[in-house]
């Protein structure tokens, strides 16, 4: 079992920048992908962006250049550097962490881009 705890998110301006992160807890999270997605209301939950345990990363095109993930593992923690935010890039956003055919979630952290 593995617990995932979202932090950082809130009200930013556009082209400001926020910093998510996801403490992880529960098992071996190197061996975990470990990933943010988010869900704006009334669309589906997407991909941002995934990271495997040795730090090969994938990001969605809308996100690519202006968002960085990164993990550190000895302290089992997930991080998502938002640069250059805009209106559409707000969302409720979760932590991942996929192995196999096991999946766990966070509860997500809103963040909310406006002037």
């Known amino acids: 079992q593995v617990q995932l705890v979202e932090s950082g998110g809130g009200l930013v301006q556009p082209g400001g920048s926020l910093r998510l992160s996801c403490a992880a807890s529960g098992s071996i999270l190197v061996l975990y992908v470990m990933g943010w997605y988010r869900q704006a209301p009334g669309k589906q939950r997407e991909l941002v962006a995934t990271?495997?345990?040795?730090?090969?990363?994938n990001y969605a095109d809308s996100v690519k250049g202006r968002f960085t993930i990164s993990r550190d593992n000895p302290n089992d923690t997930v991080y998502l550097q938002m640069n250059s935010l805009k209106p559409e890039d707000t969302a409720v956003y979760y932590c991942?962490?996929?192995?196999?055919?096991?999946?766990?979630w966070g509860q997500g952290t809103q963040v909310t881009v406006s002037s």
């Open positions: 991942n962490a996929h192995l196999l055919q096991n999946e766990y």
């Open positions: 990271i495997t345990g040795a730090g090969s990363t």
